[in-house]
Structures are given as C-alpha cells and as structure tokens.
C-alpha cells in the first residue's frame, strides 16, 4: 500500500517494480486512445479534422503500397543524419575558436546566444533565394538550423570551463596548467573531451527540433517521388486525407523516439564517464 502511495506523493521516486509502471504506463496510453476513439466516433471534433484512430492505423496499408512511406521515411532520415554531420563539423571548431580566445569572445562571443531568437521558419525564404528550389535548399536549411543551437552551447561549455568561480570545472584546466601541459595538451586532454561530451545532451535534445525544421524543409517543394516524409505529409493534407496525415506525423514521432535512443546509447560509448 505504501509503494501505491508513492505514485501519489509530490516529488517522490516510485516504489514500483519497473513492470507494474510499464503496466501503469500502457494502461495510460490505451486510455488516452478509447478517448481518441470515442471523440472521432461521436463527431465532438469533426473527422476531417480528427480521423478516427483505427482508420489511421489501417491507412498505413495505403501509405506503404502507394506512397512509398519506407523510401520516403528513409530519405528524411538520411537528410536529417547528413545534416547533423555538416551541423558539428561546422559548429565544434567554430564554437571553440569563438570562445576559447579572449578577443574572440568580446567581439562574437557575448552576441553568439542571441542568435537563438533567429525564428528559423521565417528565414526559408533567403534559402530559397540563395539556393532556389533544391536539394542543397533543404540541406543548407536544417543544417543552419542546427548550427544556431549547437553553436553557443559549445561556447556556453568553454566559458564555464575557464570560469574561476566555478570550481567544478576550472579544477581541471587548473591542473592541466600546473603540470605545464602545452597548449595543444591542454586542448586534447581537457577543453575537447569536456566540451563536447557535456554538449552531446544538448545536442540530442536537438532531435525534436531537427525534424521540425526537416519537415519544413520538405513541405517547401517535391522534386521526385522519394522526397521525404515532409512532401508527403504536404500531399496528404492537399488531398485531405487526414488519416495518412495524422499516421506520418506518428511515424515522425517514432523515427524521433528511436535516434533519441540510438544518440544515448552512442553518448554513453563515447563518453561513459558522464555515467
């Protein structure tokens, strides 16, 4: 009884087995579904709006005969893996070289954090100005997209790095520095394995945000058959076929779920000390 209580208490660690709470867990989901199914049933919000969840289930039949949703989901997440790729390889040596030379973070380092408020939607247009409708459009989108979030979270590491008021992590450049370690020691042995590991959790959070911007990206035009999960979703909507809508935007929700999952467990190869 106590351990039943405890799902109850504010800020308290459940005291359950790990199967009765995945138990506790479907049970919550198979609820939120019945209320799904009873909304669309009794027409409380349209259909056209909120198609019925077993026809969105069903819809996947069609999806996969007629609309090539492996290929096209394959595609999204080819261009959404290559796009994080082009994102780090730009971002980690840019965010150390703005950060790490005092000159450098007085003339761009104290702006880098406002570039976040750039409303990345708002600025398709200049990539299709610059790029027109085109691949390199759609990849040069998301990988700024990414770079503006990646970038002043590597310079946010640095800067606590090297601030002497924080005696958890200036301790290691401070020792580093009494062993009279080189400048390129000093970057190998502790600014490079600290910055990016502690960036890497902020970079996995980017999951949701990527495919955001992917999808945007694919909703501005379709060269071909195989275009993404973003020009597909654009076909169903224009065809009103909302029950395809609604089952892409859950494949998305998937897709997302699981490069979270694989991005941890690479995370705790790469980096199991943070563990």
């Known amino acids: 009884m106590l351990k039943i209580k405890s799902l109850f208490q504010m800020g308290e660690e459940p005291q359950l087995p790990k199967a009765v ?21 009794f027409e409380v919000i349209p259909s056209a709006i909120l198609p019925n969840p077993v026809d969105v289930i069903l819809s996947y039949g069609g999806l996969i005969t007629n609309n090539h949703m492996f290929a096209n989901a394959w595609f999204s997440i080819k261009l959404n893996l290559m796009c994080y790729v082009y994102a780090l390889l730009i971002s980690i040596p840019a965010g150390f070289f703005i950060s790490m030379f005092p000159i450098n973070n007085i003339v761009i380092g104290r702006y880098i954090n406002s570039v976040r408020y750039l409303p990345i939607p708002a600025l398709s247009g200049i990539f299709i100005a610059v790029f027109g409708l085109t691949f390199t459009m759609k990849t040069s ?5 990414l770079i503006i979030y990646i970038i002043p979270a590597i310079c946010a590491k640095v800067n606590e790095l090297q601030n002497p ?6 301790v290691y450049l401070q020792s580093i520095k009494t062993l ?55 076909i169903m909507s224009r065809q009103s076929h909302m029950a395809e809508v609604y089952a892409l935007l859950f494949l998305i929700v998937i897709i997302g779920v699981l490069q979270d999952i694989i991005f941890k467990f690479i995370d705790k190869k790469l980096f199991p000390w943070k563990y």
């Open 21 to 41: 709470l995945t138990a506790i867990s479907l049970t919550g989901l198979g609820f939120i579904l019945l209320v799904w199914y009873l909304i669309s049933k």
């Open 180 to 234: 009279g370690a080189t400048k390129w020691q000093k970057f190998k042995e502790v600014y490079f394995p600290y910055v990016v590991g502690s960036v890497t959790g902020d970079i996995i959070t980017l999951t949701g945000i990527s495919w955001s911007y992917l999808v945007i990206a694919e909703l501005l035009f379709r060269d071909s058959q195989i275009s993404g999960i973003g020009s597909l979703i654009s």
């Open 165 to 170: 008021a924080n005696d958890d992590e200036y």
């Open 141 to 145: 989108f998301l990988t700024f997209g």
